[in-house]
């Protein structure tokens, strides 16, 4: 134990400035997170995005720097012949961590819970948390820095993984769409789990044994496997564990899609996009359905009557039938439940050989049933502590974009709370006269972050044009929570895609 402290406090001796620096990162972050002024696009980390990069950085380099005052790499290191062993040195570079890392996030994040008057107390299982996110991070740089001999060969192998990872995520993950977030997607917290538990036993490893060739080995193979993972990992696969995570219910058989009546065709043809072929189906939902329930196309499958397949399903490719995602257009879907499911065709010779007959339209959503908590009524310029959500506000403010403004209704809410994921908006002034206010069919969801980095607060806002007047303006507003998710198959049988194809570019015009 003597041992260990003593090389603690030689760390902190020679490494102090770089300790002071990410010391006053972390401050001005402190500073940024809890003093933001109103009207800003909460949603993302006002005025101090570069943070959410540098400070993460600045963290890491601190932990090799840490690791490499006594480097695991070579036989010739002073602190072999220390009376000590590997246990003593792996103990003084976790305190080193804990001390000027972890605890003074944690310190942070429970002042800028206060400073935004909340009780950290009262959240000790989301701070904790925030630290399980930490160690995601410091582990692996902590097990790059095991198998560095100096800084420079650590800085360069982070760089290169780092613009590896970015660059070839953003080429193959849906097309581009790499860091989107999704209902049905878990392939982040998956590669990242993956990170993590490679990367502690890389760290184990090279303290024990100090096997540097088959600790580079395995991380070679974690960094190909995170990368696979994430990049790799179908829908419906991800789908799969995404509803086996979230418990009950496993199936929804209650809800189902059909094929419904072309009557409001003509009307939906204006929204085709780009220069492909573009087919509308109008489809009938069915089910317990509200006006919150949410659906994500997991899969869809075109089958021509010679058995040929054509799937939309991610990864997309440019030769395939493409589909927008069907959440887009069931959630604009009639209270009826009609609804309309777009496919866009981008190879001539694929949608020749899809318009030769009829054709079976399969495919798979995520549904995700969503109950409203209870209702708060927001009243114009008066902060309100919204049940179930945290602290919300509304304002109202000209428009910055006119020159003879109408007012924006700005709605900004945040919470600490783990479960408020997402929460549901009703306007009084667009909604009076068409749906009923203070219920929950004249809620609108607005999806807050899911995964805040930094910030131990979830933020929202909502901006509407036009806002009512500041006599008679108010929100009401309720947590939306989920009930559970399930996935549902459906088929479409004998579809002639013929009849309802809107947009045709051969034909240089719209049918």
């Known amino acids: 134990m003597r041992l260990a402290i003593h090389i603690f406090r030689k760390d902190l001796e020679r490494l102090w400035p770089v300790v002071l620096v990410t010391f006053a990162l972390l401050g001005l972050f402190v500073y940024y997170d809890a003093n933001h002024p109103p009207y800003v696009w909460r949603a993302t980390f006002p005025q101090g995005t570069w943070l959410n990069l540098v400070l993460p950085f600045a963290w890491c380099f601190l932990t090799a720097l840490a690791i490499l005052e006594d480097p695991l790499v070579g036989d010739k290191q002073l602190w072999v012949a ?8 792996l103990l003084a570079k976790v305190t080193f961590v804990v001390a000027t890392i972890a605890a003074p996030y944690l310190l942070a994040t429970a002042m800028i819970l206060i400073a935004r008057g909340f009780n950290p107390f009262q959240y000790i299982p989301h701070l904790l948390w925030k630290q399980l996110l930490l ?43 790499a860091f989107r977030s999704f209902p049905w997607d878990v392939r982040w917290d998956l590669a990242v789990l993956l990170l993590a538990i490679g990367g502690l036993l890389v760290t184990m490893t090279q303290f024990v044994a100090r096997r540097t060739v088959f600790s580079r080995i395995l991380a070679v193979l974690t960094v190909a496997g995170a990368f696979a993972l994430y990049n790799y990992m179908s829908r419906d696969a991800s789908a799969a564990v995404r509803v086996q995570l979230s418990g009950p219910p496993k199936t929804q058989s209650a809800f189902g899609i059909r094929l419904a009546s072309a009557d409001d065709l003509e009307r939906e043809g204006r929204f085709f996009t780009r220069n492909w072929t573009v087919a509308v189906i109008p489809v009938m939902l069915s089910g317990p359905l509200t006006a919150l329930t949410r659906f994500e196309e997991i899969s869809l499958t075109l089958t021509t009557a010679g058995g040929a397949r054509y799937e939309a399903q991610w990864p997309q490719s440019t030769e395939e039938v493409r589909a927008q995602r069907i959440t887009e257009f069931l959630q604009n879907r009639r209270p009826d439940g009609l609804a309309w499911l777009y496919l866009q065709f981008a190879n001539d010779k694929v949608l020749k050989a899809l318009l030769k007959g009829p054709v079976v339209v399969s495919g798979r959503l995520l549904v995700q049933s969503i109950q409203p908590g209870t209702l708060t009524s927001l009243p114009i310029s008066s902060p309100t502590n919204a049940a179930g959500i945290g602290h919300c506000s509304l304002n109202l403010q000209e428009d910055p974009m006119r020159s003879s403004p109408p007012e924006l209704l700005i709605t900004e809410c945040e919470s600490p709370d783990l479960s408020a994921t997402n929460i549901g908006i009703g306007n009084r002034g667009f909604l009076a006269g068409r749906l009923p206010l203070r219920d929950e069919n004249s809620l609108t969801p607005t999806f807050l972050p899911m995964a805040p980095w930094l910030s131990p607060l979830y933020r929202s806002v909502q901006i509407a044009s036009n806002g009512p007047s500041e006599a008679d303006a108010w929100r009401t507003i309720a947590p939306l929570h989920s009930q559970g998710i399930a996935l549902v198959d459906f088929t479409i049988p004998n579809l002639n895609l013929a009849d309802y194809i809107v947009h045709d570019p051969r034909a240089g015009a719209a049918k």
Do not use: D, H, Y
């Open 135 to 177: 160690f995601a991070l410091i582990v692996p740089a902590a097990a790059l820095a095991t198998l560095a001999k100096n800084i420079g060969q650590f800085l360069l192998a982070e760089i290169t993984v780092l613009s590896a990872t970015m660059f070839l995520g953003g080429l193959t993950s849906q097309g581009g769409q």
């Open 82 to 89: 220390l009376p000590g062993n590997w246990r003593t040195l």
